[in-house]
T-cell receptor, first 117, second 112 residues
Framework: GAGVSQSPSNKVTEKGKDVELRCDPISGHTALYWYRQSLGQGLEFLIYFQGNSAPDKSGLPSDRFSAERTGGSVSTLTIQRTQQEDSAVYLC???????????????FGPGTRLTVL | DAKTTQPTSMDCAEGRAANLPCNHSTISGNEYVYWYRQIHSQGPQYIIHGLKNNETNEMASLIITEDRKSSTLILPHATLRDTAVYYCIVRQNTGANSKLTFGKGITLSVRP
């Protein structure tokens, strides 16, 4: 079956430009997460969505970062006025919420590699 | 901060069992132990998780000590494709606490 997909797979942009990264979660997965992985670093949580609840934005590094999730499915991560330190692989994951509001394992997409020149 | 500590790296001969240790001495009663791995240039992949009982699936076995302060991931017959960074993570299974906090993981190198 289809897994989590992300687009584009690679994005090169100039400092100061805005970028949008897209995530298509697995159908039926109502929980969606964004992480990023900088070169040589571990994975860092950015933001989390669940259904119609307010997203958990506690991991966003600055107000240049924002994300939305339309219709409870596709999500877009937007980085405004990109900086070189934003260069990283941005990973999206989705999860099924089981009975009793139990969050099951997260399935990750292949990521978008962002390079800011 | 990650709540787990793992060795930085280990290696294993192909076909042999790989035993990857993890310490999580501050784990709380409602936290599960999860293992993910990340093969080079790919997104993380879920392997297995457990609360207090030992678990086994088609990929691996998870052995959790009785006091739950440590665990071991066992790959019974390692192959070259198992070379990856393996992350041991503790997390709750509810709501906002469901996000994953990754540490540096352990780099497993499987040699021919």
């Amino acid at each position: 079956g289809a897994g989590v997909s992300q687009s584009p797979s690679n994005k090169v942009t100039e400092k100061g430009k805005d970028v949008e990264l897209r995530c298509d979660p697995i159908s039926g997965h109502t929980a969606l997460y964004w992480y990023r992985q900088s070169l040589g670093q571990g994975l860092e949580f950015l933001i989390y969505f669940q259904g119609n609840s307010a997203p958990d934005k506690s991991g966003l590094p600055s107000d240049r970062f924002s994300a939305e999730r339309t219709g409870g499915s596709v999500s877009t991560l937007t980085i405004q006025r990109t900086q070189q330190e934003d260069s990283a692989v941005y990973l999206c994951a989705s999860s099924l919420i089981g009975r009793g509001a139990i969050y099951n394992e997260q399935f990750f997409g292949p990521g978008t590699r962002l390079t800011v020149l | 901060d990650a709540k787990t500590t793992q060795p930085t790296s280990m290696d294993c001969a192909e076909g042999r069992a790989a035993n990857l240790p993890c310490n999580h001495s501050t784990i709380s009663g409602n936290e599960y132990v999860y293992w993910y791995r990340q093969i080079h240039s790919q997104g993380p992949q879920y392997i297995i998780h457990g609360l207090k009982n030992n678990e086994t699936n088609e990929m691996a076995s998870l052995i959790i000590t009785e006091d739950r302060k440590s665990s071991t991931l066992i790959l019974p017959h390692a192959t070259l494709r198992d070379t990856a960074v393996y992350y041991c993570i503790v997390r709750q299974n509810t709501g906002a606490n469901s996000k994953l906090t990754f540490g540096k993981g352990i780099t497993l190198s499987v040699r021919p």
